[in-house]
C-alpha cells in the first residue's frame, strides 16, 4: 500500500496489451497445452469455476518464467513512464492476471525498478473493472481522493476506470486507442485523455503473411490429373477439385498458424522470426486462434 500525506500523482498501468504487446494469460495457456494437450479438461473445469481458479491452475502449470522475458514491451510507454517517474510520480502495475505472474514479468523483462508496486489476482480478488477500480480507490490512493490519478489502459474494459470521478487521466494504449477515444467522448469524458500510444494495426497483408497463403500455389498440383486425363472441361470434376484445393490450403495455413503460436517464445529471440506479425505482437494471438479454427 501507498501512503503519502502529500498529493501525489499516480499512474496506474495495466499489463495485457499495454505494457506488453501481447496476453500473458494466453500465452501461459498455450503453454499449459503444449506440455499436456490433456490438461484442456482441468482448463474447462477450472474456467467454469470462476476466473480466479482458472488464472491460477494456469500459472501453476506452465512454465511461465521460462517464455516471460520474451514478451515484446511496448516501448513508447515505458519511455513515457520513465520520464513521469523522473518527474516524481508513483507508478503501479495493476493486473488482471494471477499476480505471481504480473511480478514475473516485471522481474523477467526487468522492468521491477520502474514501479513502486506490483498487484494482480490473487485467491480473493480478480482485479478486473470494478474491482480494480476499488482496489485503486482504496489500497493505492490513499490520500483521500486527493491524488491525481491517470490510468494507463488498452480495453473496453477499462472504460468504468476511467469514467469514475477519482480518476483524473486516461493514456490509451494499442490499436483501438481511436475506438476508446470515441467511447470516452461519449460519456463526457474525453478531457480526461492525456495522451494516446496507438499500436501499429495489422493489415490485409499481415493477415495473409501469417497464413503463409504464397505457399497455396504448391497445392495447384492437385489439378494436374485433370489435365492429364483431359478433363478439365468437366465442371464437375473442376468444382471437386478446387474445393479440395481450398480445403488443403486453409489446412495448411491453419497448421503454419498454430505453429506460430506454438513457437512463440522462441520465435521472439530469433533475429528476423521475431518480426513475425504474431511474434512482434502485432496481430493479436486470440486472432491467431482465431484464424485457426476458422481454417
Known sequence: MITDN???KIIIVDLDGTLIKTDSIVESVISVLKDNP???????SKLLKGRVDFKKYVFEHCDFSSFAGTFPVNTELVDYLKEEKENGSKLCLVSASDERAVKATAESLELTALFDGIYGTTDKTNLKGQNKLDFIKTQISTNNGEDEIIYCGDSSSDLDIWKDNSVDGAVLVGNKTDMLEEALANINCKDKVVKAIPSEKADLKDYLKAMRVHQWSKN???????????????????????????????GASATYILNDLWDLPSDRVHPT?????????????VMGGVQHFSC
Open 273 to 285: 522470426k521475431r518480426k513475425r506479425a504474431f511474434a512482434c505482437g502485432k496481430l493479436p494471438i
Open 220 to 250: 495447384t498440383l492437385l489439378f494436374v490429373p485433370l489435365l492429364c486425363s483431359f478433363t478439365f472441361f468437366d465442371i464437375a470434376k473442376d468444382l471437386l477439385t478446387l474445393l479440395a484445393f481450398i480445403s488443403f490450403s486453409l
Open 6 to 8: 502529500l498529493k501525489q
Open 38 to 44: 490433456l490438461r484442456i479438461f482441468p482448463l474447462l
